[in-house]
């Protein structure tokens, strides 16, 4: 058993006052040393006390960061996820004892054994023979997507097509059910057909055509057989309601925040640098939707559905 020296938080606090002064914790190797340090120099670019680490270890093999944010721009805030998401991604191939190329393994079925990244030199022989475990994350930062780019060494941006999204969710969706979804819209529906196929595995749920109305995305599905009292039914509904009113806040060309704009007789939802026609004021007031048990409001600051006493929309 190799014994792991680790990062100790005293020489992170002395290291980054700023930004790991409230450090308390870490549970992770000298091997990613380098990218720990690489992460806190980016985020020492940023306001001071805008950003604190508080507790540095590791999850499923790799590194895991934990950090407090206080009044950042949203452009921050997406610099800060980067910065972390970023050594997070390349601590998955860095040996945490060494810092020379490593992987993490799949422990067979049974073992006891933890998730580790680990250079050929410090596995234990036994484990060179485990599979490699290569799942690509994408990391919604922004209103986009992300992954890390391993050849690269950099986070790059994902770019959502139509194709793409029909490919990965074609189990749920008619053909050419996506055809006509303004490019701005793809991650949240790629997210809304994420949570709807988990809800209804196994159910017969089919969407026929996903269309833009009214400055908004709306859906045609079937799903059978389920009745109303089906839980599922709740979740699905409440997915639905969730994209429609993120949809008419997003901009369907650009996917960043949008309001309503009049023209040509037809309403469009666009960002500021999009905008054309004339803004619909109204629009931005509130968005409340009817569900089966009552009333829900779309809130655009945590990104959610609240529920409401009634249609006028004051919880
Ligand atoms: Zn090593
Ligand atoms: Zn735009």
Redesign the pocket.
Known sequence: MIELERIRPEVLRGSFPMVCGDCRYTDVGTGWRGIVWQMCLDLERLPAGSVKITELGEKMGGLRVSMHTDGLSPEQEAAVRLAKVLAEERSRYLCEVCGEIGSIRRPPDGSAEWLRCRCHRHMPRDQTAWPIIRRERRHRIGGQYWVYDHLLDRMRVDELTAEKIYQTYRGILSVGAVDHVPV?WLAILDEYLRAAATSMEGADFRIQRIVEAHGGLDLESTSRPMSMTDPRFDSLERLGILLEARSLTT?R????R?HGYAIDGDIQT??D??AVGTLIRERDLGFVRATLDGFVRYDIETDSLVDVEHPAGDA
């Open positions: 701005g901009c060309e650009c996917g960043r949008g666009l960002c640098d999009h």
